[in-house]
């Protein structure tokens, strides 16, 4: 294993239960590809640390070896064998950890949704600081993220830093609060915290249930620098509406709180040289655009009479934070507007799943609507590639990775204004906003008038004035929502709080 710094920068640890393009369930595996490539390149020395599951895409992984090292790491009370897998993806180097635990922790064939997901990833929690002992590394930065590693922080503290592995600050992002990993608090005990200190108010006990942990709100209080992926959602969060009973808790904390707008990978999404396209174009060449919405109608079966009828897109994850019900009123309001619509989703909810398959199968043989209700990382590409528009009319949206995507495309995103669509989608008819930041239509309140008002503007524009909106195309693709702004301010707060750290020490 190297352990030595090989960087001017600062050495920075990923831990993660997702990681673009081999184990993603939605953006967080985009996040830490896309942060971890931008600071690498600015000469970090970064490293991620994944749970070796058996549903990843091995094809994306490359020199994948294991290691001689076993690390042992503790549960319930015994300490079990990890086989140590190191491989390189996108660049970044990436340690898998495979359990040798008689549960198979990671051999589940899904990511997520399993009932002890609360056990499991406590114990990849603990076995990646294991590794990180073991193999005698001295990260400035260990940053979790979300969740599933938010164990990470107690951990670090309260069991690491006293065995030696103690030259890092600890950053915790949280991607979605709605999203907490509470448990029974007894169950904390199976990664060897103690439950007795942390079930308490100010530590790791739940705001709402006291017999119950919450491991968010652990993160937020034992973690160096906290953030969230948008400064609109920062503010959200710190109210009662939006905070999921833990606005308390940031707001104590706020001074180490921050919001920061993600980023998308600017070169996995840039459809001048995407290999998943049937033609590749730039913001000067938009007849590929053009022949790759000719493509997909004919690969979906849509008509294709008229090249001027607009195509609305839609890629999600079907939930209810992303405004199903106005998704299903989006998709007849289309139709009466004479357009097509594409939906690429799926929803880990079973009654969803069926309801969107109900709507899928009144539309199969339909000319101008089609609901694809899987995960298709390839035919996602397609459809930003092939739509006009982009619908996006979430309840609520931590950051939201689509409507960038889209705008990258050229397909102009219709979002609710809400979370990281307010930070970065602004209304082309809303004069109080720059001329040169407007870039799609938005709506505020989340019902079915709202989408019909955005949704027709868009329509009549597309319509009516083909010119300004092919600049306006033009323009999209031309914004700037790659990593860099992004992971400069993390880098900055990384810097600081090292700053602190190391100021801190040289008084003791
Ligand atoms: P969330 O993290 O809440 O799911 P984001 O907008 O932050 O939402 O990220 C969604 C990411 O997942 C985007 O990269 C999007 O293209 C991708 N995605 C969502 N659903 C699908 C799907 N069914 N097939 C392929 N990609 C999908």
Redesign the pocket.
Known sequence: MTSSRTSPGLHIIHIAAEM?PVA???????VVTGLGKALQKRGHLVEIILPKYDCMQYDRIQDLRALDTIVESYFDGKLFENKVWVGTVEGLPVYFIEPHHPGKFFWRGQFYGEHDDFKRFSFFSRAALQLLLQADKKPDIIHCHDWQTAFVAPLYWDLYAPKGLNSARVCFTC??FEYQGTAPASELASCGLDVYQLNRPDRMQDNSALDRVNPVKGAIVFSNVVTTVSPTYAQEVRTAEGGRGLHSTLNFHSKKFFGIL?GIDADAWNPASDSFLEVQYSANDLQGKAENKSAIRRRLGLSSTDDRQPLVGC???L?P??GMHLIRHAIYRTLELGGQFVL???SPVAHIQREFEGIAHQFQNHNHIRLIL????S??HSI?AASDMFI?PSIF???????M?AMRYGSIPIARKTGGLNDSVFDVDDDTIPLQFRNGYTFVTPDEKGVNSALERAFDHYHNNNESWQQLVRKDMNMDFSWESSASQYEELYAKSVARARATASRA
């Open positions: 673009a993603k369930v939605g953006g967080l595996g985009d991607h979605n993600n890629i999600t994850r939930v934070q992303k690429l989703g799926s899987k995960y298709d990382e035919l996602s930003y996006i949206e931590p950051c939201g990775l689509t409507q995507i």
